[in-house]
C-alpha cells in the first residue's frame, strides 16, 4: 500500500491573516509530504506487513498501525510511530482549520460548550489553559484536545510527531506548534501564533469527532 498527500480543503492563502499563505505551502507541500514519503519507503521494507493493512481505508490503517504500534516490525516501529504519526496528525489539523468565512473561529454548540465548561469549568477557562499548554510546550510537538476511554476530556501535550492514539486517547483538537508551522510570520512569537488560530479552529470537526 502507499500512503498519500491529502489535499487541502482550501486554498494556501484561505487562513489569512491568521496563518500566511507560504508557510501553509511549505508545511503542507514540503513537510507533510515529506512524513508521506519516509512513511512509505519504510513499509516497503515490510510487503508483508504492508499488505496486511491494505484494503483498509487509509486513515483507518494509519490508525491501527498507531494504536499498535509495538506490532508493527522493530526495525521500523521508530519511523511509523515518527512519520505515520506526522502524517495522522497533519491529516487532522488541516480538516480542524477553516477560513474565517467558511466556518473558522465560529463558536461551538451550546452543547459541546457546556461538555467544555463541564470539564474545565467555562470556555474561556479552556482556552486559556488550552493556549497556555500550547505556547509552553518545550521543543517541537502538538497540544491537543483529546478524549479517552470513558469520554473525559484532557488537554496534552506530545512531543515530536507523536500521536494521541499511541496513549490510546481520542484527538479532537491539535495545534502543532513546530517551528514550521509558524516561524515566517511569527518568528520566536509561538503565543501570537496559538493566540490567532483560534480564529480559524474549525469546532464542528471537534464536535464531529467527539461524537463518532
Not at 507541500?29 to 515529506?34: G, L, S, T
Not at 498501525?65 to 508493527?72: F, P, T, Y
Not at 477553516?98 to 465548561?117: T, Y
Not at 482556552?127 to 510537538?141: I, L, R, V
Request: glycine content about 8%; overall charge negative.
Amino acid at each position: 500500500m502507499g500512503y498519500e498527500l491529502p489535499k487541502l480543503p482550501y486554498a494556501y492563502d484561505a487562513l489569512e491573516p491568521f496563518i500566511d499563505a507560504r508557510t501553509m505551502e511549505i508545511h503542507h507541500a514540503k513537510h507533510h509530504a515529506a512524513y508521506v514519503e519516509k512513511l512509505n519507503a519504510a513499509l516497503e521494507k515490510h510487503p508483508a506487513f504492508a499488505e496486511a493493512m491494505a484494503g483498509k481505508p487509509e486513515m483507518e490503517a494509519l490508525e491501527e498501525m498507531l494504536r499498535n504500534i509495538n506490532a508493527v516490525p522493530e526495525d521500523i516501529r521508530t519511523a511509523v510511530r515518527n512519520n505515520g504519526g506526522g502524517h495522522y496528525n497533519h491529516s487532522l489539523f488541516w480538516v480542524m482549520m477553516a477560513s474565517p468565512a467558511g466556518g473558522g473561529g465560529d463558536a461551538p454548540s451550546r452543547e459541546f460548550i457546556k461538555l467544555i465548561a463541564d470539564t474545565f469549568g467555562s470556555f474561556d477557562a479552556f482556552k486559556e489553559k488550552f493556549t497556555a499548554a500550547a505556547a509552553g510546550h518545550f521543543g517541537s510537538g502538538w497540544c491537543w484536545l483529546v478524549s479517552i476511554h470513558n469520554q473525559t476530556l484532557q488537554i496534552i501535550t506530545t512531543a515530536n510527531q507523536d500521536a494521541p492514539l499511541t496513549n490510546g486517547q481520542v484527538p479532537l483538537l491539535g495545534l502543532d506548534v513546530w517551528e514550521h508551522a509558524y516561524y515566517l510570520k511569527y518568528q520566536n512569537r509561538r503565543a501570537e501564533y496559538v493566540e490567532n488560530w483560534w480564529n480559524v479552529v474549525r469546532w464542528q470537526e471537534a464536535e464531529r469527532r467527539y461524537r463518532a
